[in-house]
């Protein structure tokens, strides 16, 4: 399985930015998804971004939750095994745990369950890191 390790995450007020990062090791299958979920106190996982591929270099797809879509980014970086996500404009109600996840994706019903951000897709997850926003 991949490695994942988070960091990034802290406090900021509302309205702020903040980058997070996961970097990866190990196999990654060539037709993947990779992903941020987050999970607040008492509610349940929700995917936030997805970036998913067929394994070109060139060739990627990008999707968000209708909550974050246009605040936020989620990108990768082949140079430094790294997926990112940059929060800009930050509300209190995206304060939670973000994890990355990763989904190898040779069955093509997990391809597409992953690219649904449905976390059951995910065979590797970070241990998360804690993003607080104040009012």
């Known amino acids: 399985q991949v490695q994942l390790v988070e960091s990034g995450g802290g406090s900021v007020q509302a309205g702020g930015s903040l980058r997070l990062s996961c970097t990866y090791s190990?196999?990654?299958?060539?037709?993947?998804?990779m992903a941020w979920f987050r999970q607040a106190p008492g509610k349940e996982r929700e995917g936030v971004a997805v970036?998913?591929?067929?394994?070109?270099?060139?060739?990627?797809?990008?999707d968000y939750i209708r909550a974050v879509e246009g605040r936020f980014t989620i990108s990768k970086d082949s140079e430094k095994n790294t997926l990112n996500l940059q929060m800009n404009r930050l509300k209190p109600e995206d304060t939670a745990m973000y994890f990355c996840?990763?989904?190898?994706?040779?069955?093509?019903?997990?391809?597409?369950?992953?690219?649904?951000?449905?976390?059951?897709?995910?065979?590797?997850w970070g241990q998360g890191t804690q993003v607080t926003v104040s009012s």
């Open positions: 996840a990763v989904a190898g994706a040779y069955d093509p019903e997990v391809f597409d369950r992953c690219r649904e951000l449905k976390g059951a897709a995910y065979d590797s």
């Open positions: 190990g196999n990654v299958y060539h037709r993947h998804c």
């Open positions: 970036y998913w591929t067929y394994g070109s270099d060139g060739d990627y797809t990008r």
